[in-house]
Each structure stands twice: as C-alpha cells, then as structure tokens.
C-alpha cells in the first residue's frame, strides 16, 4: 500500500481545508517545495499535490508552485485542481508531472476526457469525492445524483488509469476514516482506487490495510501528517510494501 503525502496549495501556501471549503484553510508551510523534499526524505514515492484555487476557480492558479515542487524532489508528482483542458494537461506533463488528476471536467466534459486519456495513457486519474454519497464538483460545492457504479464502468472503458477517491465529510476533521464508505465505493469500482478523507492514526491505516483489496492501491495523507498525528517516515516503513 502505497503512503502519500499530500501537499494542497492555496495562494502559493501549503494549506489544509475542513471538509474542503474555502475560507477555512490553515496555513502549515509558507515553501511547499521544502515541504514536498521533507516528505521525499521520508520515503514518499509519489507526492500528491492539489491547487486548490484552481480547483475553485476552474483553472490553475498555483503552476509556479507546483513547478518548484517537481523541480525539487525526484518522488514521482500527481496533480489536481481546475485542469479543465488539454492545454494545461500538456503543461503539467511537460514540466515532469507523472500523473494528472481530472476532477469536474471528468463529468463535464466527456469528450475531454477521451482525447487526454489516448494522447497520454497511463498518465490520467478522476477524482471521485463524495459528499452524502454523492459525487461533489467544482471545489466540492456542488453534488450531483450520477450513480457511482455507472461512472466508474464508464472511466474504466474510456481509459482512465486510476481513480483518487475522497471522502469530502471526513476530509480535514480527523474524524477517522468511514470503513463502510471505502468499502462501498472499492465495491463499485473496477479500476485501481487511492482514498483519502479523514486519516488520523495508525490504526486507521492499519484498518485501510485489512481491508485486503487488490484494487487498493494506496491512501492519501494530509491533516495528519501536518499535526504530527501520523510520522510519515514510520508509516512509510510499516505499510509501504
């Protein structure tokens, strides 16, 4: 199971929200490059990394941000928030990004999706968070009543190559995760899936472990690692087979 740091960009901050709305963040780090070297020092293979003005606002607002961290580290890059067209796809892979994370367009914008998911295979991942079950879009201010189970046959036939699921109710709050929710959703879902939402502890992670899906790939930290709640380093060695 794959460990993964996450670092969500606000304003050139790294940052983290409650339950993914605007106005609450908290500032953790004003260089979100030392960040992602720290966490590389750590062990991360790969560093996830959200624009979260971009995604409020529908393009990115934090590309010399997320230039920096690629140029810093060799931990493989996956990013998200606002890429909305082929032009700004292009930009992050050319800058080193190993994978882009499509999130509104994916339900959008179909065609979209198709074209980037032949011109560069393997290199696509859909954000799929919920919020009540359902599936939330731009920033997570809006839900709407697509059936999960039809989405994710639909992604896998397009050529998505992976699927990032957050839990938008657990995300930020260091509730714990939601075992049921991750267990429905893997249920649903035929491609390789990485949660996040809610991980506080050890003994979440070790619950995500027993879980025993093959489709489980890995889970996304981020609140946890910023509060000392979870050593990044220690998990990385206890999970990270």
């Known amino acids: 199971m794959l460990i993964i740091p996450a670092i969500d960009l606000k ?9 993914g709305e605007e106005g609450t963040e908290t500032v953790f780090s004003e260089s979100p490059a030392d960040t992602a070297k720290k966490w590389e ?65 994916a339900f959008t914008d179909r065609p979209f999706l198709e074209n980037i998911c032949k011109r560069f295979p393997g290199k696509i991942a859909v954000g799929i968070d919920t919020r009540g079950g359902k599936i939330a879009l731009r920033g997570w201010k809006e839900t709407i009543d697509a059936s999960i189970a039809e989405t994710m046959f639909v992604l896998r036939d397009i050529g998505v190559s992976i699927v990032i699921h957050t839990n938008v109710d657990r995300d930020g709050t260091m509730e714990g995760i939601d075992t049921t929710s991750i267990n429905n959703f893997l249920s649903l879902c035929p491609l390789p899936v990485i949660v996040s939402g809610g991980i506080a502890s050890l003994a979440d992670l ?36």
């Open 11 to 19: 304003d050139g901050n790294c940052v983290r929200l409650l339950k």
């Open 41 to 105: 020092r750590c062990g991360a293979k790969w560093i996830h990394v959200v624009d979260l003005d971009g995604a409020f606002r529908g393009n990115p607002r934090n590309f010399e941000a997320v230039e920096e961290i690629v140029r810093s580290v060799s931990s493989n890059v996956q990013v998200g928030g606002g890429i909305r067209n082929i032009a700004t796809v292009e930009k992050y892979l050319e800058i080193g990004i190993k994978r882009a994370i499509i999130g509104t367009s």
């Open 206 to 241: 070790r619950e995500i472990e027993s879980i025993g899906d093959n489709k489980l790939l890995g889970a996304i930290l981020g609140k946890s690692l910023y509060t000392g709640s979870i050593n990044l380093k220690n998990s990385i060695q206890r999970f990270q087979k």
